[in-house]
């Protein structure tokens, strides 16, 4: 067909922005864009950038057998007991003690380590000790780092190189993700040379299609350059009909305008449909935006910050819209501590933190420390450089952050503080499904912390399980004497069974509370605030028996999950924690107290803060329930109900 006979399509017209982006929304709705990616398995070595498509729970636990913690020797701590500087106590190789180094599994029958510093060495095989030895010293904990099946990515998260620690300590080689978008690129015009060629009077260097191509690599797609097509209709008609064959996305570059040899628009009228032809935007107003054979196609203009500009507001929320998942940017953040943190003098400590804003302010809180812990680095916002100078960071000081995740969705982050549970993760994930892109992140201090918290206004809502020993309701009357200077609405989320978990087979004969003491039982307890802890205090209490006689009663671990991997493990006879936990790790269960896990949420809240309406809609969420009743050991009949108004 001669150019001259070929009839062009001008500007239908200039609309504003949004209309624009919502029209086009709406047509990729209709044509059903991205409800078909699919998904692939590949290394996690390769799969920093990735989406996962599912969410990935840890197969084991890190690290999967109780290890020493330095070099030394590995000892019971029984053997320690009464050791002084003048009456030290001489140890025999193999029946006393043996050599561990650091990272060695803890030999069958002991339960602590000396550090080799501390050890005077008479022989070969004789030591001499000048100071007793705590329970479970020096010892790093099956599960101390990761707890099986605890969360480790959610579903749709970029996966991080942050991540592939945690990811491969978890027992991970693999990981499932979703493909990456096919974009094409067919530069357009008959003046075009390649790169590296030197362009003669009239010739323009192709260069967008490089610009675009690593600009899709950095939004999560896979770009691929068709051959420039001259300004010739007909060629631009092939062109674009064989390389929709095996693509997601076509973007077509240059071409859009109006002029004598702008066929862009006109082609993919005849081959499909125009939806958006000229954007009140400057540069970038003559994009075009439509579909051939069900597929997006997008004409930007060739100019290239009109190029990019087009990209940015059309293409990347394409890509985005295929892999359901936004990229990092890193950023830095000002932010408020939200709970005191020590550093040693002389040492630059960079300390991570998770971020979320309350009442307009970011509130960071430290995610667990230590230097082998790599579930903390994944789950980290930032970072916060803490100087050699400092002793550490008091609570409520301005820190700035430098994040390692994009600030949206920072901004988009709930934070909920408190009492731990595996069920808040099913919530979280029930936040994600629903498409919101509303983070819901646990700070696991225990129920009085996490009431404390919500009372400096360093959280949107605690977790919490207090029982009043006078009334025997729960969390109504450590609300009253924690928070006030607010109204709090106090909602149900799971009914639990408290009581002691141990091995299958029950060794050690453990029926009730009163069994934990002699016999040489070793006990796992919860941390101090914790309502588990306060609870076990209370039954100890009524059962008229003291602590000191429990082995292990100041032994702590701040989540079930960690516990019900000690016990498992074998490293203790006994923990004190949730059925849940004991089913999912199939350990036998002693029932102790029924209660009720609730949250508490200001009411200022309520009706004014979206995020938080969401999550109270999220609770009464039939599969929410079906989710957390399927784990076993909850009670989901009153979830989502107003228990209680204080204040």
Not at 236 to 259: F, M, N, P, R, T
């Amino acid at each position: 067909m001669p150019q001259d006979d070929f009839e062009r399509n001008y500007f239908l017209k200039d609309i504003p922005l949004q209309t624009a982006q919502t029209k086009y929304k709406n047509h990729l709705n209709e044509i059903r864009y991205g409800d078909a990616g699919s998904t692939e398995s590949i290394a996690i070595k390769d799969s920093v950038g990735r989406v996962s498509s599912q969410s990935v729970l840890a197969k084991i636990s890190s690290p999967h057998v109780t290890t020493s913690a330095m070099d030394g020797i590995a000892i019971k701590y029984q053997s320690s007991v009464g050791a002084t500087e003048t009456r030290p106590i001489k140890l025999q190789e193999g029946s006393d003690f043996v050599w561990v180094d650091t990272g060695d599994p803890i030999p069958e029958g002991f339960d602590s380590v000396i550090m080799i510093e501390d050890l005077e060495r008479l022989a070969r095989n004789e030591v001499v000790i000048r100071n007793p030895v705590a329970p479970y010293q020096h010892v790093r904990k099956i599960a101390e780092d990761i707890a099986a099946p605890e969360l480790l990515i959610q579903k749709g998260a970029v996966i991080r190189s942050l991540d592939l620690a945690c990811l491969g300590a978890a027992g991970f080689s693999e990981v499932e993700v979703n493909s990456r978008p096919k974009i094409c690129f067919i530069p357009t015009g008959t003046e075009l040379v390649q790169i590296g060629q030197t362009p003669n009077s009239g010739e323009i260097i192709e260069f967008n299609s490089v610009l675009m191509s690593a600009l899709v690599a950095e939004w999560g797609g896979e770009a691929y350059v068709a051959d420039s097509v001259p300004d010739d209709p007909d060629l631009l008609e092939e062109s674009i009909l064989d390389a929709l064959k095996d693509c997601d996305v076509l973007v077509v570059i240059a071409g859009s305008s109006a002029g004598s040899e702008d066929f862009t628009s006109s082609v993919i009228s005849k081959v499909g449909e125009v939806v958006v032809h000229g954007v009140a935007i400057r540069p970038g107003h003559p994009v075009i935006l439509g579909s051939v054979s069900g597929k997006p196609v997008m004409g930007m203009p060739g100019y290239p910050s009109s190029a990019l500009i087009t990209a940015e507001l059309f293409l990347k929320p394409m890509i985005s819209t295929f892999l359901s998942s936004n990229k990092i940017i890193p950023d830095k953040l000002d932010s408020v501590m939200g709970k005191k943190v020590s550093s040693p003098l002389g040492e630059e400590e960079f300390l991570r933190v998770v971020v979320g804003p309350v009442n307009g302010t970011y509130i960071a809180n430290p995610t667990t420390r230590g230097a082998a812990m790599t579930l903390s680095i994944a789950k980290s916002d930032g970072v916060i450089a803490i100087p050699a100078t400092s002793e550490g960071l008091e609570e409520g000081v301005q820190v700035p952050v430098f994040l390692n995740r994009q600030r949206s969705e920072v901004t988009n982050t709930l934070l909920i503080s408190g009492s731990h549970d595996i069920a808040l993760d099913i919530l979280a994930g029930e936040l994600a499904s629903r498409d919101t892109g509303i983070r819901l992140i646990s700070s696991s201090v225990g129920s009085v912390g996490g009431l404390l918290s919500l009372a400096k206004g360093f959280a949107h809502m605690a977790g919490t399980h207090l029982l009043d020993e006078a009334t025997g309701e729960y969390n109504v009357s450590a609300v009253e004497r924690h928070i006030t200077n607010e109204k709090i609405n106090i909602y149900d989320f799971v009914g639990r069974t408290q009581g002691i978990m141990v091995q299958k087979g029950n060794p050690k004969g453990i029926k009730e509370i009163k069994d934990l003491l002699g016999n040489g039982t070793k006990f796992l307890n919860r941390q101090r605030g914790s309502g588990t802890r306060l609870l076990f205090d209370f039954l100890l209490k009524q059962a008229g028996l003291g602590s000191e006689n429990i082995l292990g009663y100041d032994n702590e671990e701040y989540t079930h999950w960690n516990v019900a991997a000690a016990v498992s493990s074998g490293f203790v006879d006994a923990g004190i924690g949730i059925m849940a936990a004991a089913l999912a790790s199939d350990l036998e269960f002693i029932p102790l107290e029924n209660e009720r896990y609730q949250i508490a949420i200001p009411s200022k809240f309520i009706g004014c803060h979206n995020n938080v309406d969401i999550l109270l809609e999220s609770l009464m969420s039939e599969n929410l329930r079906k989710q957390v009743d399927a784990l076993g050991g909850y009670d989901v009949s009153l979830m989502g109900n107003i228990a209680a108004i204080v204040g």
